[in-house]
C-alpha cells in the first residue's frame, strides 16, 4: 500500500520492517513513508509496536529484517552514533535528561561538535555554542533557568530539556514519543505552540496519545495494532476506519 | 649511646596504678639479681652491643614477625607460638647474657610487603637484636634486601626451596634437598617404587622441590616419572588428576599441596577409592597442623618426609610438647615448622652466648658450627651456609592425626641449598 | 559563570595547595624516613583511585581488575630494575650469569624475548604507560563496543585479574612466580635502597601525583567529563545524541589503567619488589574501597581516602588485628549505604559551609552558596 | 599418551572423566543455583555469596561434633539434618542481611557488590573469631566415603553420587518453587514489574526477602556439600567466588536453563582440559574461553532477546 508518488525522493522510507523477539513480532512486514516537512503522528494501543518502530529508526534495537532509508542512506546497519550524525533526532518516552547537569550543560552536550572523544577533550565554550545553547532555550522557555541543575526541573520543563536536546542537534528528522504525556493543561498548550513552531522547518515523527493533540499537527497518521498497519492516512479519514474504532478509538 | 629506646615498655604489663607502679620499679633490680645459670655477672652493653641494637643491661630486643591476619594465618599461627615458648623458657633460665629478652610481635597479615614494611620496623625503629619470622617464601624473599640492607638478623623456620643463602638469615627449616632425597632413597629402596607421579600447588616451592625429585628419580633412582601436575592455590577440584593417577598406576604419588586444596585432595583420593594403605603416597607439605582440616580418617596411610614428628619419641621432644600443650592448650597439635621455629630463639640466644656479643655481624660470623642439643628433634648444627645439619625422618599417618615415625636417617645430613646437578 | 575556562574553581584551588601543603611540607617534615615511605607507598594506591574517579565516579564503570593494570605497570618497571641487578657481575654464583636469578633457578639459559627490550629505560617508561593502555583498550574494546556494562563489566575484570593472577604464579621462569620479582636494587646505578633515594623518590612521586591530579581535573573539566558523567545516567540519551558511548568508555577505562601502571611503577621503585599478590581480585576490590571511602566523585577525597584507609589498615591492624576487618567491612557498608559520596561528601556537606564563612567571609560566602551551580556542586564533591 | 593401554582402560578411565565431568557439573549448579536466583530475579550481586557457603559448611561441622557428642547411634544419618540446618541458618542469615542491607540498594547494583563485599569481609572475621583461623575438618559417616564397584576398573565415588542427586533434587525443587508455585508466579511478577506487582497487591518486599533468603538458603545447602570435597575455613568461601560468578554470567543471568545449561559446558571444558592439561593451564583457558566467549555474546548463552 504505496501512498504518493514512488518517483519522489522521500526522507524516510521503510519497507517490509520486522523485527521478532524470539518468535514473536513486534514489528511485522511494516513499510511507510515521510516526506519532507512532514509531520506523521504514530498511534495505536499499548503493545502495538509504536516505541519499537522508532528503536528501529534510531537503532536502539535491530531489525530481523527489512530496510529504513533515510535520505536514500540505509540505516539498519548503521550504529546509532552514525544515525543520528545522518541527521535523525529521537526523545524517549520517560523524559531522558542529565540530572546532575544543569541545563545549559544537557543543552551543550548535544551540541554537534566535539562528538569523537579527543573533540570533547579539547571542545571549547566558546560564543557561537553559547549563543546557540541560549537560543535553543529561549525556544523552549528555559532561558532563565540555565544554570539551574536539571533534576530540579518540573516534569514538562524535563520534557522540553530533553526537545531542545535535540533541537540542538538540527536533525532532519525528529522523533517524539509522546511529548505531552504527563503534562498539565498549561505545559500542554505551550508544548503544542512549541512543536507547531518547530515543525515549520522540520519533519517530525510523533508518537502520541492525546488524540485533540494529534487532530492539532498530524500531518498523517498512522495506526499500529499489533505490529501491522491498520490504518494510514489523514486524521479524519482514520478517525472513521471502522477497524480503528473497534481495536483503539471506541475504548 | 642510649640504653633506653622509646620503643620500650618496661612498664607495659603493668596497671597505670600509682602503687603498682611502684611496686614495680622495686622489682626492677631485684629482676637483674636473679639466678643467672652459667656466668657470674652480665658483661656490659657496650662491649656486647656495639653496633645500636636495642639491648640495655637487663634487656634485650627481638621481633617476632608472622601473619596473625589473612589466609596464611592458618599456617602461621604455631609459630608465633613456638617461638614465644622458646622466649619464656630462655627468660626463665636467666635469658641472653644475663638480659632478658623482650619481643615486639608484628603483623605481616598474609600481605609481602607489608612484611617488608614491618621488618624495616623491627629493624629500624625498634632495632631488634633478631627477628623471628616469615614462612612463605614470597614473604622471606620480600624481607631479605631490608636484613640484608639494614644488617639484621632473620631466623627463618619454613622447609623452603633452598637456592638461597645469606649472611643475615639462618634457615632452621630444611631446604629442599634434606627433605626430598632422603624420603625418595627411603622408597626407592623400601617399597621397590619404580614410577613416581608429581603432584604440586603452583608456586616456586613445590616447582622446585618437584625438579629436584624429578632429578634424584631419573638420575640416581633410575627411575621414572609418569606423570607432573601443578594446580592453582585453592584448587578443589581433583578429579580428573585422581583419574589420570589411576591411569597411569603410579608406585608413588609424590604430593605438595598445600593450604584449603590439601583438604580437598585427601578427600576426593579417598572417595575415589584410592586406599592409602595399598597406594604408596609420600608428601612433604602435610604436617600435623594440616592434618587438623584434613580429617585423620582422609589421609591415614600416608607418607610424610620431614625433620620433625609430634610423637618423636624423646626426652626432649616429650619435655618440648609437654610444655607447649602447657602454654597453648591441650588441643594444639605440633607440626614441624612449629618445632624449626621453637629452635630459633635457642640458636640465637647460643650463637650470642657464643660469640659473647649481640652484633650481628659476630653472630654471623659465629653461628657455623653452634649445637643445640636440647632441639625437640634431637640435636642440631649450623652449617657455614646457615642452614641446620638435621635428621630427615619418614612417618606414617594415623587416624588420629598424628605420624608414626617408621624411618630415621641415620646421620645429619648436610644442607645443600645450591645442590650441584638438581639444578 | 566562566567555570569552562578555569582549571580548578576556587575552593578546588584550596584543596589542592591543603593537599601540596600536607604532602609537600607536613609530612616530609613530621615523619621520618620510614614512615615517609609509607606514606609514598600508599600514594601509589591513589594514582589507581584517582583513576576510579573518572572511570567509576563519574563514568559509572566499576572494573574490579584496576590491580591488573597496577600490576601490568609494576612489572614494567620491575622488569627493568630486575635487570639491571642482574648483571653478570652480581650473578656470578648462577649457573646462567647475568639473567635474573629466578629464571636461573627455574633452568632458563637465556632471557626470553619479551625481557631483552626491557634494557632500555626509554622502552620501559612508553610500555609503562602503552602496555597497560593497549590492554585496557583491547579489553573495552571487545566489551564496550557490544554494549556490555555495569555489572558484567565489573564481573568481567574480576575474572581477568584472577586469571591474569594463575598465569603470572603458573609461568614463574618468566615471572618470577608467587615471589614476584624482588631485590630490585638501582635505577641507572642510582641506589635506590637508601634513605636518601627514597626520600627523593618520594617527591617525585608527589610531583607524579599533582601531574595526574591536573591531567583528571582537565578530563573532567572538558566536555568529556561531562559526557562521562551523562552517560552514567542515561547511557541511550547520550547515544542517542551523537556519540560513540563505547569509545568514550574504553577512553575512560584507558586513561584509568594508565594511571593505575603509574602507580604500579612507582610503587616497584618505592617498595623494591613486585608481585602477583597486587594483581589479584582482594587487591583491586581494596582499591575500589579507597575510592569509595574518599568519594567516588572527588579526586581529592580519592587521595585522602587512600591515605585514611591505609593509615588506619596500618595502625588499627597492629593493635586489634581482630577488630580489623570488622572496621573495614563495616566502613564500607556504612560508606555505600550511608555516605554514597564517601568522605568528599560529608566535607562538603557538613564541614564547608561551617569554613567558608570564616575563610571568605560571611557575604561572600553566602553569595556564593545562593548562586552556586551544580555542576560547580559535583565538580566539588 | 593412550599408546600404553589397553582399550578397556581406556574406556574405563573416559568413563570415570565423564563421571569426574558430571561432579563437577553438579558442583557448579550447585554453587551457581543460589547467586542465579539472586541476580537473576533480583538483579544483586552477592559478593558474600561464599561465605553464605561456609556458613553452610560450619553449621555441618558443628551438627557433625554435636551427633558425635550427643547421638553417636543416629551420627550415620546427621548429614541430612545438618543439611537443613544449613539451609535454614544461611536463608536466615539472608533474610536479615536483606533486611538490614540490600533494600536499601535496590536502585544500586553495583553497590550492592561493594557492600556485600564488605559483608564478606566481616562474616570471614567473624568466622575466624568464632571457629579459629584453623580450617576444621568434618567427619563424614563412613557410608558416605569410599567408592562403588561398577567393574574392575570404574569405580564411582559415593560422593559423588550422592552430590549429583542433591543437586537434582535442588533443582527440581527451584524449578518448582519458581514455575509452578504461587510464590514462583509472585516473584516473577515482581521482576518484571514491581510497580505493577505492588499496585496488584504482592507484598514485593516480603517476596524480595524470601527470594534472597531461598538464595542464600541454597549456597547454605551448597556448603554443606562442599564439606565431603573441599575444605571449611573461614576464607575457604573465597576460593569459589570468581567461578560461581562466571557460571551465573555465562549462562545469562536470568535463565536458570541458562545456568544449568553454562555449568555443564564449563565444567566439562575443564575436566576435560585439565585431563590434557595442567590443572593452572585447565583453568586460565576455561576462564579466557569464557571471557572471550562473553565478548563475542555479552548476553550470556540463554538470554532472551527482548525490547530492552
Same mark, same amino acid.
Given at each position: 500500500?504505496?501512498?504518493?508518488?514512488?518517483?519522489?525522493?522521500?526522507?524516510?522510507?521503510?519497507?517490509?520492517?520486522?523485527?521478532?523477539?524470539?518468535?514473536?513480532?513486534?514489528?511485522?512486514?511494516?513499510?511507510?513513508?515521510?516526506?519532507?516537512?512532514?509531520?506523521?503522528?504514530?498511534?495505536?494501543?499499548?503493545?502495538?509496536?509504536?516505541?519499537?518502530?522508532?528503536?528501529?529508526?534510531?537503532?536502539?534495537?535491530?531489525?530481523?529484517?527489512?530496510?529504513?532509508?533515510?535520505?536514500?542512506?540505509?540505516?539498519?546497519?548503521?550504529?546509532?552514533?552514525?544515525?543520528?550524525?545522518?541527521?535523525?533526532?529521537?526523545?524517549?518516552?520517560?523524559?531522558?535528561?542529565?540530572?546532575?547537569?544543569?541545563?545549559?550543560?544537557?543543552?551543550?552536550?548535544?551540541?554537534?561538535?566535539?562528538?569523537?572523544?579527543?573533540?570533547?577533550?579539547?571542545?571549547?565554550?566558546?560564543?557561537?555554542?553559547?549563543?546557540?545553547?541560549?537560543?535553543?532555550?529561549?525556544?523552549?522557555?528555559?532561558?532563565?533557568?540555565?544554570?539551574?541543575?536539571?533534576?530540579?526541573?518540573?516534569?514538562?520543563?524535563?520534557?522540553?530539556?530533553?526537545?531542545?536536546?535535540?533541537?540542538?542537534?538540527?536533525?532532519?528528522?525528529?522523533?517524539?514519543?509522546?511529548?505531552?504525556?504527563?503534562?498539565?493543561?498549561?505545559?500542554?498548550?505551550?508544548?503544542?505552540?512549541?512543536?507547531?513552531?518547530?515543525?515549520?522547518?522540520?519533519?517530525?515523527?510523533?508518537?502520541?496519545?492525546?488524540?485533540?493533540?494529534?487532530?492539532?499537527?498530524?500531518?498523517?497518521?498512522?495506526?499500529?495494532?499489533?505490529?501491522?498497519?491498520?490504518?494510514?492516512?489523514?486524521?479524519?479519514?482514520?478517525?472513521?476506519?471502522?477497524?480503528?474504532?473497534?481495536?483503539?478509538?471506541?475504548? | 649511646?642510649?640504653?633506653?629506646?622509646?620503643?620500650?615498655?618496661?612498664?607495659?604489663?603493668?596497671?597505670?596504678?600509682?602503687?603498682?607502679?611502684?611496686?614495680?620499679?622495686?622489682?626492677?633490680?631485684?629482676?637483674?639479681?636473679?639466678?643467672?645459670?652459667?656466668?657470674?655477672?652480665?658483661?656490659?652493653?657496650?662491649?656486647?652491643?656495639?653496633?645500636?641494637?636495642?639491648?640495655?643491661?637487663?634487656?634485650?630486643?627481638?621481633?617476632?614477625?608472622?601473619?596473625?591476619?589473612?589466609?596464611?594465618?592458618?599456617?602461621?599461627?604455631?609459630?608465633?607460638?613456638?617461638?614465644?615458648?622458646?622466649?619464656?623458657?630462655?627468660?626463665?633460665?636467666?635469658?641472653?647474657?644475663?638480659?632478658?629478652?623482650?619481643?615486639?610481635?608484628?603483623?605481616?597479615?598474609?600481605?609481602?610487603?607489608?612484611?617488608?614494611?614491618?621488618?624495616?620496623?623491627?629493624?629500624?625503629?625498634?632495632?631488634?637484636?633478631?627477628?623471628?619470622?616469615?614462612?612463605?617464601?614470597?614473604?622471606?624473599?620480600?624481607?631479605?634486601?631490608?636484613?640484608?640492607?639494614?644488617?639484621?638478623?632473620?631466623?627463618?623456620?619454613?622447609?623452603?626451596?633452598?637456592?638461597?643463602?645469606?649472611?643475615?638469615?639462618?634457615?632452621?627449616?630444611?631446604?629442599?634437598?634434606?627433605?626430598?632425597?632422603?624420603?625418595?632413597?627411603?622408597?626407592?629402596?623400601?617399597?621397590?617404587?619404580?614410577?613416581?607421579?608429581?603432584?604440586?600447588?603452583?608456586?616456586?616451592?613445590?616447582?622446585?622441590?618437584?625438579?629436584?625429585?624429578?632429578?634424584?628419580?631419573?638420575?640416581?633412582?633410575?627411575?621414572?616419572?609418569?606423570?607432573?601436575?601443578?594446580?592453582?592455590?585453592?584448587?578443589?577440584?581433583?578429579?580428573?588428576?585422581?583419574?589420570?593417577?589411576?591411569?597411569?598406576?603410579?608406585?608413588?604419588?609424590?604430593?605438595?599441596?598445600?593450604?584449603?586444596?590439601?583438604?580437598?585432595?585427601?578427600?576426593?583420593?579417598?572417595?575415589?577409592?584410592?586406599?592409602?594403605?595399598?597406594?604408596?603416597?609420600?608428601?612433604?607439605?602435610?604436617?600435623?597442623?594440616?592434618?587438623?582440616?584434613?580429617?585423620?580418617?582422609?589421609?591415614?596411610?600416608?607418607?610424610?618426609?620431614?625433620?620433625?614428628?609430634?610423637?618423636?619419641?624423646?626426652?626432649?621432644?616429650?619435655?618440648?610438647?609437654?610444655?607447649?600443650?602447657?602454654?597453648?592448650?591441650?588441643?594444639?597439635?605440633?607440626?614441624?615448622?612449629?618445632?624449626?621455629?621453637?629452635?630459633?630463639?635457642?640458636?640465637?640466644?647460643?650463637?650470642?652466648?657464643?660469640?659473647?656479643?649481640?652484633?650481628?655481624?659476630?653472630?654471623?660470623?659465629?653461628?657455623?658450627?653452634?649445637?643445640?642439643?636440647?632441639?625437640?628433634?634431637?640435636?642440631?648444627?649450623?652449617?657455614?651456609?646457615?642452614?641446620?645439619?638435621?635428621?630427615?625422618?619418614?612417618?606414617?599417618?594415623?587416624?588420629?592425626?598424628?605420624?608414626?615415625?617408621?624411618?630415621?636417617?641415620?646421620?645429619?645430613?648436610?644442607?645443600?641449598?645450591?645442590?650441584?646437578?638438581?639444578? | 559563570?566562566?567555570?569552562?575556562?578555569?582549571?580548578?574553581?576556587?575552593?578546588?584551588?584550596?584543596?589542592?595547595?591543603?593537599?601540596?601543603?600536607?604532602?609537600?611540607?607536613?609530612?616530609?617534615?613530621?615523619?621520618?624516613?620510614?614512615?615517609?615511605?609509607?606514606?609514598?607507598?600508599?600514594?601509589?594506591?591513589?594514582?589507581?583511585?584517582?583513576?576510579?574517579?573518572?572511570?567509576?565516579?563519574?563514568?559509572?564503570?566499576?572494573?574490579?581488575?584496576?590491580?591488573?593494570?597496577?600490576?601490568?605497570?609494576?612489572?614494567?618497571?620491575?622488569?627493568?630494575?630486575?635487570?639491571?641487578?642482574?648483571?653478570?657481575?652480581?650473578?656470578?654464583?648462577?649457573?646462567?650469569?647475568?639473567?635474573?636469578?629466578?629464571?636461573?633457578?627455574?633452568?632458563?639459559?637465556?632471557?626470553?624475548?619479551?625481557?631483552?627490550?626491557?634494557?632500555?629505560?626509554?622502552?620501559?617508561?612508553?610500555?609503562?604507560?602503552?602496555?597497560?593502555?593497549?590492554?585496557? &583498550?583491547?579489553?573495552?574494546?571487545?566489551?564496550?563496543?557490544?554494549?556490555?556494562?555495569?555489572?558484567?563489566?565489573?564481573?568481567?575484570?574480576?575474572?581477568?585479574?584472577? %586469571?591474569?593472577?594463575?598465569?603470572?604464579?603458573?609461568?614463574?621462569?618468566?615471572?618470577?612466580?608467587?615471589?614476584?620479582?624482588?631485590?630490585?636494587?638501582?635505577?641507572?646505578?642510582?641506589?635506590?635502597?637508601?634513605?636518601?633515594?627514597?626520600?627523593?623518590?618520594?617527591?617525585?612521586?608527589?610531583?607524579?601525583?599533582?601531574?595526574?591530579?591536573?591531567?583528571?581535573?582537565?578530563?573532567?573539566?572538558?566536555?568529556?567529563?561531562? %559526557?562521562?558523567?551523562?552517560?552514567?545516567?542515561?547511557?541511550?540519551?547520550?547515544?542517542?545524541?551523537?556519540?560513540?558511548?563505547?569509545?568514550?568508555?574504553?577512553?575512560?577505562?584507558?586513561?584509568?589503567?594508565? &594511571?593505575?601502571?603509574?602507580?604500579?611503577?612507582?610503587?616497584?621503585?618505592?617498595?623494591?619488589?613486585?608481585?602477583?599478590?597486587?594483581?589479584?581480585?582482594?587487591?583491586?576490590?581494596?582499591?575500589?574501597?579507597?575510592?569509595?571511602?574518599?568519594?567516588?566523585?572527588?579526586?581529592?577525597?580519592?587521595?585522602?581516602?587512600?591515605?585514611?584507609?591505609?593509615?588506619?589498615?596500618?595502625?588499627?591492624?597492629?593493635? &586489634?588485628?581482630?577488630?580489623?576487618?570488622?572496621?573495614?567491612?563495616?566502613?564500607?557498608?556504612?560508606?555505600?549505604?550511608?555516605?554514597?559520596?564517601?568522605?568528599?561528601?560529608?566535607?562538603?556537606?557538613?564541614?564547608?559551609?561551617?569554613?567558608?564563612?570564616?575563610?571568605?567571609?560571611?557575604?561572600?560566602?553566602?553569595?556564593?552558596?545562593?548562586?552556586?551551580?551544580?555542576?560547580?556542586?559535583?565538580?566539588?564533591? | 599418551?593412550?599408546?600404553?593401554?589397553?582399550?578397556?582402560?581406556?574406556?574405563?578411565? $573416559?568413563?570415570?572423566?565423564?563421571?569426574?565431568?558430571?561432579?563437577?557439573?553438579?558442583?557448579?549448579?550447585?554453587?551457581?543455583?543460589?547467586?542465579?536466583?539472586?541476580?537473576?530475579?533480583?538483579?544483586?550481586?552477592?559478593?558474600?555469596?561464599?561465605?553464605?557457603?561456609?556458613?553452610?559448611?560450619?553449621?555441618?561441622?558443628?551438627?557433625?561434633?554435636?551427633?558425635?557428642?550427643?547421638?553417636?547411634?543416629?551420627?550415620?544419618?546427621?548429614?541430612?539434618?545438618?543439611?537443613?540446618?544449613?539451609?535454614?541458618?544461611?536463608?536466615?542469615?539472608?533474610?536479615?542481611?536483606?533486611?538490614?542491607?540490600?533494600?536499601?540498594?535496590?536502585?544500586?547494583?553495583?553497590?550492592?557488590?561493594?557492600?556485600?563485599?564488605?559483608?564478606?569481609?566481616?562474616?570471614?572475621?567473624?568466622?575466624?573469631?568464632?571457629?579459629?583461623?584453623?580450617?576444621?575438618?568434618?567427619?563424614?559417616?563412613?557410608?558416605?566415603?569410599?567408592?562403588?564397584?561398577?567393574?574392575?576398573?570404574?569405580?564411582?565415588?559415593?560422593?559423588?553420587?550422592?552430590?549429583?542427586?542433591?543437586?537434582?533434587?535442588?533443582?527440581?525443587?527451584?524449578?518448582?518453587?519458581?514455575?509452578?508455585?504461587?510464590?514462583?508466579?509472585?516473584?516473577?511478577?515482581?521482576?518484571?514489574?514491581?510497580?505493577?506487582?505492588?499496585?496488584?497487591?504482592?507484598?514485593?518486599?516480603?517476596?524480595?526477602?524470601?527470594? $534472597?533468603?531461598?538464595?542464600?538458603?541454597?549456597?547454605?545447602?551448597?556448603?554443606?556439600?562442599?564439606?565431603?570435597?573441599?575444605?571449611?575455613?573461614?576464607?575457604?568461601?573465597?576460593?569459589?567466588?570468581?567461578?560461581?560468578?562466571?557460571?551465573?554470567?555465562?549462562?545469562?543471568?536470568?535463565?536458570?536453563?541458562?545456568?544449568?545449561?553454562?555449568?555443564?559446558?564449563?565444567?566439562?571444558?575443564?575436566?576435560?582440559?585439565?585431563?590434557?592439561?595442567?590443572?593452572?593451564?585447565?583453568?586460565?583457558?576455561?576462564?579466557?574461553?569464557?571471557?572471550?566467549?562473553?565478548?563475542?555474546?555479552?548476553?550470556?548463552?540463554?538470554?532472551?532477546?527482548?525490547?530492552?
Amino acid at each position: 500500500m504505496v501512498i504518493g508518488d514512488v518517483q519522489k525522493d522521500f526522507l524516510l522510507a521503510v519497507e517490509g520492517l520486522t523485527v521478532s523477539f524470539d518468535g514473536f513480532k513486534a514489528v511485522n512486514d511494516l513499510s511507510f513513508y515521510v516526506d519532507e516537512n512532514e509531520i506523521r503522528v504514530i498511534i495505536g494501543p499499548n503493545g502495538a509496536g509504536k516505541t519499537t518502530v522508532l528503536d528501529l529508526i534510531c537503532g536502539k534495537t535491530e531489525a530481523t529484517s527489512g530496510s529504513i532509508k533515510f535520505r536514500g542512506q540505509e540505516l539498519t546497519h548503521m550504529t546509532p552514533n552514525q544515525i543520528v550524525l545522518a541527521g535523525v533526532g529521537r526523545k524517549f518516552q520517560t523524559p531522558s535528561i542529565y540530572d546532575d547537569l544543569t541545563v545549559f550543560e544537557n543543552l551543550e552536550i548535544s551540541y554537534p561538535r566535539g562528538r569523537t572523544v579527543f573533540g570533547a577533550l579539547t571542545f571549547k565554550r566558546d560564543a557561537a555554542v553559547r549563543e546557540r545553547v541560549e537560543a535553543v532555550a529561549e525556544t523552549i522557555f528555559l532561558k532563565d533557568r540555565l544554570h539551574t541543575s536539571a533534576e530540579l526541573l518540573s516534569h514538562g520543563q524535563k520534557q522540553w530539556l530533553e526537545i531542545g536536546m535535540l533541537l540542538i542537534q538540527e536533525p532532519a528528522l525528529l522523533m517524539l514519543d509522546e511529548p505531552v504525556a504527563g503534562m498539565s493543561v498549561s505545559e500542554r498548550v505551550k508544548t503544542a505552540e512549541l512543536l507547531h513552531g518547530i515543525i515549520k522547518n522540520h519533519s517530525v515523527l510523533v508518537i502520541e496519545h492525546d488524540m485533540k493533540f494529534v487532530e492539532d499537527i498530524a500531518h498523517k497518521v498512522i495506526v499500529l495494532h499489533q505490529g501491522r498497519i491498520l490504518s494510514e492516512g489523514k486524521m479524519d479519514k482514520v478517525k472513521n476506519d471502522p477497524k480503528v474504532i473497534e481495536v483503539y478509538l471506541g475504548h | 649511646m642510649s640504653d633506653r629506646n622509646d620503643s620500650y615498655k618496661p612498664w607495659g604489663p603493668l596497671a597505670p596504678s600509682r602503687r603498682k607502679l611502684l611496686a614495680g620499679m622495686a622489682a626492677l633490680p631485684a629482676l637483674s639479681m636473679l639466678p643467672r645459670p652459667s656466668f657470674a655477672a652480665a658483661p656490659p652493653t657496650s662491649v656486647v652491643n656495639t653496633t645500636g641494637l636495642a639491648v640495655t643491661d637487663s634487656e634485650v630486643t627481638v621481633g617476632i614477625l608472622h601473619s596473625v591476619t589473612g589466609t596464611m594465618a592458618i599456617s602461621e599461627t604455631g609459630s608465633v607460638e613456638a617461638e614465644k615458648l622458646a622466649i619464656e623458657q630462655i627468660n626463665a633460665e636467666g635469658g641472653v647474657l644475663g638480659r632478658k629478652i623482650k619481643f615486639i610481635q608484628e603483623d605481616g597479615a598474609s600481605d609481602w610487603p607489608t612484611f617488608a614494611e614491618k621488618a624495616k620496623k623491627l629493624l629500624v625503629n625498634d632495632k631488634c637484636a633478631a627477628v623471628m619470622g616469615c614462612w612463605t617464601s614470597a614473604s622471606r624473599k620480600a624481607v631479605l634486601p631490608v636484613f640484608e640492607q639494614y644488617n639484621g638478623m632473620l631466623y627463618y623456620p619454613t622447609f623452603y626451596e633452598g637456592l638461597e643463602q645469606s649472611k643475615n638469615v639462618i634457615y632452621t627449616g630444611q631446604e629442599a634437598t634434606q627433605q626430598i632425597i632422603a624420603g625418595l632413597d627411603w622408597v626407592s629402596k623400601e617399597k621397590g617404587a619404580k614410577t613416581f607421579y608429581l603432584l604440586g600447588s603452583d608456586y616456586i616451592w613445590p616447582r622446585t622441590s618437584n625438579k629436584i625429585a624429578r632429578k634424584h628419580i631419573e638420575n640416581h633412582l633410575k627411575t621414572k616419572v609418569v606423570g607432573e601436575e601443578y594446580f592453582p592455590l585453592g584448587h578443589t577440584q581433583f578429579n580428573s588428576v585422581i583419574n589420570k593417577i589411576k591411569l597411569t598406576k603410579p608406585d608413588v604419588i609424590y604430593a605438595i599441596i598445600v593450604g584449603g586444596s590439601n583438604v580437598a585432595f585427601y578427600k576426593q583420593l579417598k572417595a575415589a577409592g584410592i586406599d592409602l594403605s595399598k597406594q604408596t603416597l609420600l608428601t612433604i607439605s602435610v604436617t600435623e597442623d594440616e592434618i587438623d582440616g584434613i580429617g585423620g580418617e582422609n589421609i591415614a596411610g600416608a607418607y610424610a618426609c620431614m625433620k620433625y614428628f609430634q610423637s618423636l619419641d624423646n626426652p626432649n621432644n616429650k619435655a618440648f610438647v609437654a610444655a607447649f600443650k602447657k602454654m597453648w592448650g591441650e588441643k594444639t597439635v605440633i607440626g614441624d615448622v612449629t618445632q624449626a621455629a621453637y629452635l630459633g630463639p635457642w640458636l640465637w640466644k647460643l650463637t650470642v652466648e657464643k660469640a659473647n656479643s649481640f652484633d650481628i655481624d659476630k653472630i654471623a660470623a659465629a653461628s657455623p658450627g653452634v649445637e643445640f642439643k636440647g632441639a625437640p628433634e634431637g640435636y642440631v648444627r649450623i652449617h657455614e651456609n646457615h642452614h641446620l645439619w638435621s635428621k630427615t625422618r619418614v612417618g606414617r599417618a594415623r587416624p588420629d592425626g598424628q605420624y608414626d615415625v617408621i624411618y630415621e636417617t641415620k646421620d645429619l645430613v648436610e644442607p645443600d641449598p645450591f645442590p650441584k646437578g638438581y639444578q | 559563570m566562566n567555570e569552562n575556562a578555569r582549571l580548578f574553581d576556587r575552593s578546588e584551588l584550596m584543596a589542592l595547595a591543603a593537599l601540596a601543603l600536607l604532602l609537600l611540607v607536613i609530612l616530609p617534615l613530621g615523619l621520618d624516613v620510614f614512615r615517609l615511605n609509607l606514606v609514598a607507598k600508599y600514594l601509589t594506591y591513589a594514582f589507581v583511585a584517582i583513576g576510579l574517579v573518572l572511570c567509576w565516579g563519574c563514568g559509572g564503570i566499576l572494573s574490579l581488575g584496576q590491580g591488573v593494570f597496577f600490576g601490568l605497570g609494576g612489572y614494567c618497571m620491575a622488569m627493568f630494575l630486575k635487570l639491571e641487578a642482574s648483571s653478570v657481575a652480581n650473578t656470578k654464583i648462577q649457573s646462567t650469569p647475568g639473567i635474573p636469578d629466578f629464571m636461573d633457578w627455574n633452568q632458563l639459559t637465556q632471557l626470553p624475548f619479551f625481557w631483552q627490550p626491557f634494557h632500555s629505560l626509554t622502552f620501559t617508561i612508553v610500555a609503562i604507560f602503552a602496555v597497560p593502555a593497549i590492554f585496557a &583498550f583491547i579489553v573495552g574494546a571487545a566489551l564496550f563496543k557490544r554494549q556490555v556494562g555495569g555489572v558484567y563489566f565489573a564481573i568481567i575484570t574480576q575474572a581477568i585479574a584472577a %586469571i591474569l593472577t594463575i598465569l603470572i604464579v603458573g609461568q614463574q621462569g618468566y615471572t618470577g612466580g608467587i615471589n614476584g620479582i624482588t631485590d630490585l636494587r638501582t635505577l641507572k646505578g642510582w641506589d635506590i635502597r637508601t634513605d636518601q633515594a627514597k626520600f627523593i623518590l618520594y617527591f617525585v612521586e608527589v610531583a607524579f601525583l599533582f601531574a595526574t591530579v591536573v591531567a583528571a581535573q582537565f578530563v573532567r573539566r572538558s566536555k568529556l567529563g561531562r %559526557i562521562l558523567v551523562a552517560m552514567r545516567e542515561k547511557e541511550d540519551r547520550v547515544r542517542f545524541s551523537g556519540y560513540s558511548v563505547a569509545n568514550f568508555k574504553i577512553f575512560a577505562f584507558c586513561i584509568a589503567a594508565v &594511571f593505575a601502571a603509574v602507580g604500579g611503577a612507582l610503587f616497584t621503585l618505592e617498595v623494591g619488589f613486585m608481585s602477583p599478590s597486587f594483581v589479584g581480585i582482594v587487591p583491586s576490590i581494596e582499591m575500589v574501597i579507597y575510592t569509595a571511602v574518599g568519594g567516588r566523585l572527588s579526586i581529592f577525597g580519592a587521595i585522602y581516602g587512600t591515605l585514611i584507609v591505609n593509615f588506619a589498615k596500618t595502625s588499627f591492624s597492629e593493635s &586489634f588485628p581482630q577488630l580489623w576487618l570488622f572496621g573495614l567491612g563495616a566502613l564500607f557498608i556504612a560508606v555505600v549505604l550511608a555516605f554514597p559520596n564517601g568522605l568528599a561528601g560529608l566535607w562538603r556537606d557538613y564541614v564547608q559551609p561551617r569554613l567558608d564563612p570564616l575563610l571568605l567571609g560571611r557575604s561572600a560566602a553566602a553569595a556564593k552558596w545562593a548562586g552556586r551551580s551544580v555542576a560547580d556542586g559535583a565538580a566539588a564533591e | 599418551m593412550f599408546g600404553d593401554y589397553s582399550i578397556g582402560d581406556l574406556g574405563a578411565i $573416559f568413563a570415570m572423566q565423564g563421571f569426574a565431568g558430571l561432579i563437577l557439573f553438579s558442583v557448579f549448579v550447585l554453587m551457581a543455583l543460589g547467586l542465579a536466583i539472586i541476580f537473576g530475579q533480583m538483579g544483586v550481586i552477592n559478593m558474600a555469596h561464599g561465605e553464605f557457603m561456609i556458613l553452610g559448611a560450619y553449621v555441618t561441622w558443628a551438627t557433625s561434633g554435636f551427633f558425635q557428642q550427643n547421638l553417636p547411634a543416629l551420627f550415620p544419618g546427621y548429614f541430612f539434618v545438618a543439611m537443613i540446618l544449613a539451609f535454614i541458618a544461611a536463608g536466615a542469615l539472608g533474610m536479615l542481611v536483606e533486611w538490614a542491607l540490600i533494600r536499601h540498594l535496590y536502585r544500586r547494583p553495583l553497590d550492592t557488590l561493594l557492600a556485600t563485599w564488605g559483608l564478606s569481609l566481616i562474616l570471614q572475621q567473624a568466622y575466624r573469631s568464632a571457629f579459629g583461623a584453623r580450617e576444621v575438618g568434618v567427619e563424614l559417616p563412613d557410608w558416605m566415603m569410599g567408592s562403588k564397584h561398577l567393574t574392575d576398573t570404574i569405580e564411582v565415588p559415593i560422593n559423588g553420587i550422592f552430590v549429583m542427586c542433591l543437586t537434582a533434587l535442588i533443582t527440581c525443587a527451584v524449578a518448582y518453587v519458581l514455575f509452578w508455585s504461587r510464590w514462583g508466579r509472585q516473584v516473577r511478577a515482581v521482576v518484571q514489574n514491581r510497580v505493577m506487582a505492588g499496585a496488584v497487591g504482592i507484598n514485593t518486599e516480603k517476596v524480595d526477602r524470601y527470594t $534472597f533468603g531461598l538464595g542464600c538458603g541454597i549456597a547454605g545447602i551448597a556448603g554443606s556439600a562442599f564439606t565431603m570435597i573441599g575444605s571449611t575455613g573461614p576464607t575457604s568461601g573465597q576460593l569459589y567466588i570468581v567461578d560461581t560468578f562466571m557460571v551465573v554470567v555465562f549462562g545469562g543471568a536470568a535463565s536458570l536453563v541458562g545456568t544449568i545449561a553454562s555449568a555443564f559446558t564449563i565444567s566439562q571444558a575443564r575436566s576435560t582440559l585439565e585431563f590434557f592439561l595442567s590443572g593452572s593451564m585447565a583453568q586460565v583457558l576455561t576462564l579466557l574461553a569464557i571471557v572471550g566467549i562473553l565478548m563475542l555474546r555479552p548476553q550470556g548463552l540463554f538470554a532472551l532477546k527482548v525490547r530492552k
